[in-house]
């Protein structure tokens, strides 16, 4: 199954990835509300060249955000999600620069290093459940040094993600393909994964 991110301002290979409050402009100063990618569902995979296509991942859109060395998060539903998943304090440490805003999706592993959303689910309503480990996955860099980079092409802003962001154990980039949508859906398919975005 496929999804195709964007809200309708963008053609193809010009996926915009989440909704601000009114047009942000660079104030040195990031917006207090963004709304993470939620796309909408596709015919299912296939192959284009105008394409970035990437693991659909199983877990909440949430937006994070580094301002002044302290990280914040947004996920739907959790006031302070840090205090539900502390070990996503690490993010800050794996950022080179401020004034930095990334959209990507929050995961619970399982034992075995595998998203597990009931896991999620349990973690997600009772903060002290325990159980899994908290990762998060960054699929795009929205500001950069506390200005938006939403008008610049999704290509860019994802080259740029991966020249601020250093993976490490619980946050990575998300990594994709550009044109083989069927290439990847099988791929994902083999480690258990069900969808892919586009």
Same mark, same amino acid.
């Given at each position: 199954m496929a999804r195709e991110a964007g809200s309708g301002h963008a053609g193809p290979g010009e996926q915009l990835s989440l909704v601000l409050d009114g047009r942000q402009e660079a104030t040195g100063q990031l917006p207090r509300r963004l709304l993470p990618m939620i796309p909408a569902m596709g015919e299912g995979p296939f192959d284009? +060249? %105008?394409y970035f296509f990437e693991p659909w991942w199983p877990g909440a859109p949430? *937006?994070? =955000? *580094? +301002? @002044? @060395?302290h &990280? %914040? /998060?947004?996920? $739907?539903?959790?006031a302070d999600p840090l205090a539900t998943f502390p070990e996503l304090g690490v993010i800050a440490e794996q950022v080179d620069g401020d004034g930095v805003v990334v959209d990507g999706t929050l995961l619970v592993l399982d034992a075995e290093g595998r998203p597990d959303t009931e896991l999620l689910r349990l973690r997600l309503s009772d903060p002290q459940a325990g159980g899994g480990e908290a990762a998060f996955v960054a699929s795009d860099l &929205?500001? &950069? @040094?506390g200005s938006p980079l939403i008008d610049r092409p999704f290509s860019e802003r994802r080259e740029r993600l991966g020249d601020v962001l250093r993976d490490g154990r619980l946050c990575v980039a998300s %990594? @994709? /393909?550009r044109g083989e949508g069927i290439m &990847? !859906? $099988?791929?994902? !398919? =083999?480690?258990g994964l069900t969808e892919i975005s586009a």
């Open positions: 284009d +060249e %105008r949430t *937006i994070a =955000s *580094i +301002e @002044g @060395g &990280l %914040r /998060l947004q996920t $739907e539903h959790l &929205l500001w &950069l @040094g %990594r @994709g /393909l &990847l !859906a $099988e791929a994902v !398919a =083999s480690m």
